[in-house]
């Protein structure tokens, strides 16, 4: 049974950092794409970061340099690192993966109409809120 698995959210203070978690089960995450989605009230979800099998990844525009997705085989688990954080940041952010080594997912993550329909396998999702 495939399984992914998000924490590490919390409440952080504009500025502040915070590091989310997807430790994965069932599927090798150095064999598929992970992908990072958020969706924030009343707004709809959208993609934040991914990671191709092959190590290649991309951020969205507007986390650009704050934002920063890695993995860790042995653990099985992709990281995204969350730095100097906006309010604007606050949602509740997704891990997703497809078995897939094929990189055009994670290349076309952001010119495409909901990437999230690519993904095969969804985390609960873990709340990040940033507040003064």
């Known amino acids: 049974q495939i399984q992914l698995v998000e924490s590490g959210g919390g409440l952080v203070h504009p500025g502040e950092a915070l590091t989310l978690s997807c430790a994965a089960t069932?599927?090798?995450?150095?064999?598929?794409?992970v992908g990072w989605f958020r969706q924030a009230p009343g707004q709809e979800r959208e993609p934040v970061s991914c990671?191709?099998?092959?190590?290649?990844?991309d951020v969205a525009h507007a986390v650009k340099g704050r934002f920063t997705i890695s993995r860790d085989n042995a653990k099985n688990t992709v990281y995204l690192q969350m730095d100097n954080v906006k309010p604007e940041d606050t949602a509740v952010y997704y891990c997703?993966?497809?078995?897939?080594?094929?990189?055009?997912?994670?290349?076309?993550?952001?010119?495409?109409?909901?990437?999230?329909?690519?993904?095969?396998?969804w985390g609960q999702g873990t709340q990040v809120t940033v507040s003064s």
């Open positions: 069932g599927l090798a995450v150095d064999k598929s794409t």
């Open positions: 990671m191709a099998s092959s190590g290649l990844t």
């Open positions: 997703a993966a497809a078995e897939t080594t094929v990189q055009a997912m994670c290349i076309m993550m952001f010119s495409q109409h909901d990437p999230a329909r690519a993904y095969d396998f």
